[in-house]
């Protein structure tokens, strides 16, 4: 159960990042690692892709570069305390509908048929989660997608957070586990239907997102990662908002105090993070940021 959960909650982060065509796999000309300077002061970002195939190793050599040059490592939350079982009794508060629905009072009848037939694809009769959020049940289905294409493997923010333990680095944390859980089982929430009917029309494309947005995370180009972003702002504004600008008000504070503090951080945050008109690195150029792509 608690894996179960550790990979549906990192999974979701891919919901609603919208499929885009794009360049298929290149050679590498950059990495998904930036170092930002700024008065004397410098700090590393690196795009994490969550989640990943055993062929997808061994990662970057850039992201050791960066982990090495810096003393403290920073990522979203701790991705450990997923295994915890207070953080496991707090998702399985969170992922029911309350106040007695289904899946079959909420949805329309259309939407309804629609998630049990795709749901019955994968063997999974719907009355059998008639009680979980939309968010968890595309969550679920999003998660048999991926491991049919490989994606069983542990991201980039696992990897790094283990190799910083092992070499007694500081660790630090943009936000608690408990407000990625509420951002992530609340997806959907006042627009179910639309939600639904959406996620399972993005499925259809999985598998040509997953090659382009990985082929930008290698190589350090942004062309496929960029129309993700732009398609989730103008189709899914209120996601947007959640997942992207929100967050990144929260986190700006914290990274400029980070760059001013004289120490040498890495901060590793989701790709989408990186990307886009209000992604970090265009916030940190705003502010007067000298930004490298390590290569």
Same mark, same amino acid.
């Given at each position: 159960?608690?894996?179960?959960?550790?990979?549906?909650?990192?999974? !979701?982060?891919?919901?609603?990042?919208?499929?885009?065509?794009? #360049?298929?796999?290149?050679?590498?000309?950059?990495?998904?690692?930036?170092?930002?300077?700024?008065? *004397?002061?410098?700090?590393?970002?690196?795009?994490?892709?969550?989640?990943? #195939?055993?062929?997808?190793?061994?990662?970057? %050599?850039?992201?050791?570069?960066?982990?090495?040059?810096?003393?403290?490592?920073? /990522?979203?939350?701790?991705?450990?305390?997923?295994?915890?079982?207070?953080?496991? #009794?707090?998702?399985?508060?969170?992922?029911?509908?309350?106040?007695?629905?289904?899946?079959?009072?909420?949805?329309?009848?259309?939407?309804?048929?629609?998630?049990?037939?795709?749901?019955?694809?994968?063997?999974?009769?719907?009355?059998?989660?008639? +009680?979980? %959020?939309?968010?968890?049940?595309?969550?679920?289905?999003?998660?048999?997608?991926?491991?049919?294409?490989?994606?069983?493997?542990? +991201?980039?923010?696992?990897?790094? /957070?283990? %190799?910083?333990?092992?070499?007694?680095?500081?660790?630090?944390?943009?936000?608690?586990?408990?407000? =990625?859980? @509420?951002?992530?089982?609340?997806?959907?929430?006042?627009?179910?239907?639309?939600?639904?009917?959406?996620?399972?029309?993005?499925?259809?494309?999985? +598998?040509?997102?997953?090659?382009?947005?990985?082929? @930008?995370? #290698?190589? +350090?180009?942004?062309?496929?990662?960029?129309?993700?972003?732009?398609?989730? %702002?103008?189709?899914?504004?209120?996601?947007?908002?959640?997942?992207?600008?929100?967050?990144?008000? !929260?986190?700006?504070?914290?990274?400029?105090?980070?760059?001013?503090? *004289?120490?040498?951080?890495?901060?590793?945050? *989701?790709?989408?993070?990186?990307? *886009?008109?209000?992604?970090?690195?265009?916030? /940190?150029?705003?502010?007067?940021?000298?930004?490298? =792509?390590?290569?």
């Amino acid at each position: 159960m608690k894996r179960f959960l550790y990979f549906t909650l990192i999974l !979701a982060l891919f919901i609603s990042c919208g499929s885009s065509s794009g #360049r298929t796999a290149g050679e590498p000309s950059g990495s998904s690692v930036w170092m930002v300077s700024k008065d *004397g002061n410098t700090l590393y970002l690196g795009g994490s892709i969550h989640i990943l #195939r055993e062929d997808d190793f061994p990662l970057p %050599k850039e992201f050791d570069l960066a982990l090495s040059k810096s003393e403290i490592l920073v /990522l979203e939350a701790d991705v450990e305390q997923m295994e915890d079982d207070e953080v496991v #009794r707090y998702v399985m508060s969170q992922m029911f509908l309350s106040d007695n629905q289904t899946l079959a009072t909420l949805l329309d009848p259309d939407v309804y048929t629609m998630l049990s037939d795709s749901l019955n694809e994968y063997g999974l009769p719907i009355e059998s989660i008639s +009680g979980f %959020k939309p968010s968890m049940v595309m969550t679920m289905l999003t998660m048999i997608q991926f491991q049919e294409y490989g994606f069983t493997q542990e +991201g980039i923010d696992f990897y790094y /957070l283990q %190799k910083a333990l092992d070499e007694n680095k500081q660790i630090q944390f943009l936000e608690s586990v408990e407000s =990625q859980i @509420d951002m992530l089982v609340s997806m959907g929430e006042g627009y179910e239907n639309d939600f639904v009917r959406y996620s399972l029309q993005d499925l259809e494309n999985t +598998g040509t997102f997953l090659e382009t947005i990985l082929n @930008d995370w #290698r190589t +350090g180009e942004s062309e496929s990662t960029e129309m993700s972003i732009k398609s989730m %702002k103008e189709e899914w504004p209120q996601i947007y908002k959640t997942m992207i600008t929100d967050r990144h008000d !929260a986190w700006m504070p914290q990274i400029e105090e980070f760059l001013d503090s *004289g120490s040498t951080y890495f901060v590793i945050a *989701g790709l989408l993070h990186m990307h *886009g008109p209000d992604g970090l690195l265009k916030q /940190l150029e705003d502010k007067g940021c000298t930004i490298e =792509q390590l290569k």
